[in-house]
C-alpha cells in the first residue's frame, strides 16, 4: 500500500502539476475494503455501491491535488475555481468517510446490543429510552432527502442527537462526531427494496454492527472528557 505521500505524487503526476508551485495542503484519502455479509442487501448492489465508493476516494484525490496549485489570488464569493474546488473537496470528501462509517457498522448477521454497553447506555440516557433513539432515528431516516441519517456527539450540547444530511454536505450540525451512519440515498436501497425506504432502513438497523458501534462511543466520551 501506498503511503500518503507517495499517493500525493502519483496524484499530482496523473494532474501534470507535479513540477507547478504549490500549498503542499492537499488531503489523501486511501481506498478501504469492506466485506458485507448481509444477505439484506444482494450482491449486484453491494458491488455497485462499492463501486461509487472508489469513485469518491479518486474524485476526492484529485480535486485535494488540484488545491494545492490553484490560484488563490482570484478566489471569489460569486465564482472561482478556488471557490468550485473547495465545493467539491467538502462533497467528495463526505462521501467518502460517510460511506467508510456507514460500511463499518452495517452486516453484522449476529446483530446485539447489550444493555451494559456504553451505547446502550448513552443512548438511553439522551433520548429517554433505547426505543425512543430508534424511533427518532428512523424518523430522520425518512426525512431526509438523498442522504444520510446519522446519530452523533455533539460537542456543543455535550449530548447524543439525530440529524440528517442531504446529499453529503448539507444541513450538518457543527461540532458533530459521527456514531452511526445509515446511506439513505435512493441507490443504497433502489435496487432492492424499491421505493420502500423504511424496510431499507430496518433491514439494516437490524444488523447494526455494535461492536463498530461500541468502539465510536468510547471515543466519543474521550472527547468528552477532554472538553470539559
Excluded at 14 to 22: A, E, I
Excluded at 132 to 161: E, H, M, P
Aim: net charge negative; aromatic share 12%; glycine share 2%.
Amino acid at each position: 500500500m501506498l503511503t500518503n505521500k507517495e499517493l500525493k505524487n502519483v496524484i499530482k503526476e496523473s494532474l501534470g502539476t507535479d513540477n507547478v508551485d504549490q500549498v503542499d495542503e492537499s488531503y489523501v484519502a486511501q481506498l478501504k475494503k469492506f466485506e458485507l455479509p448481509t444477505e439484506m442487501l444482494r450482491p449486484k448492489n453491494k458491488s455497485s455501491h462499492r463501486d461509487l465508493y472508489d469513485n469518491y476516494v479518486k474524485t476526492f484525490n484529485a480535486v485535494s491535488a488540484e488545491l494545492d496549485t490553484v490560484d488563490r489570488e482570484l478566489a471569489s464569493l460569486n465564482h472561482s475555481h478556488y471557490r468550485a474546488l473547495k465545493l467539491d473537496e467538502t462533497h467528495n470528501m463526505n462521501a467518502v468517510y460517510l460511506h467508510e462509517l456507514y460500511f463499518s457498522n452495517i452486516s453484522d448477521v449476529n446483530s446485539q446490543v447489550a444493555m451494559d454497553s456504553l451505547a446502550f447506555m448513552r443512548l438511553e440516557r439522551d433520548f429517554g429510552s433505547f426505543d425512543d433513539w430508534q424511533r427518532d432515528f428512523i424518523a430522520c431516516a425518512l426525512s431526509a432527502k438523498n442522504g444520510w441519517v446519522v446519530t452523533g456527539y455533539s460537542t456543543f450540547l455535550q449530548s447524543y442527537v439525530n440529524f440528517m444530511i442531504d446529499l453529503h454536505d448539507t444541513h450538518i450540525p457543527v461540532g458533530i462526531y459521527p456514531i452511526i451512519v445509515i446511506d439513505v440515498w435512493e441507490h443504497a436501497y433502489y435496487r432492492d427494496y424499491l421505493t420502500k425506504r423504511k424496510t431499507y432502513v430496518h433491514a439494516m438497523m437490524k444488523e447494526l454492527d455494535w461492536t463498530v458501534i461500541e468502539e465510536r462511543f468510547i471515543k466519543a466520551d474521550k472527547i468528552a472528557n477532554i472538553l470539559k
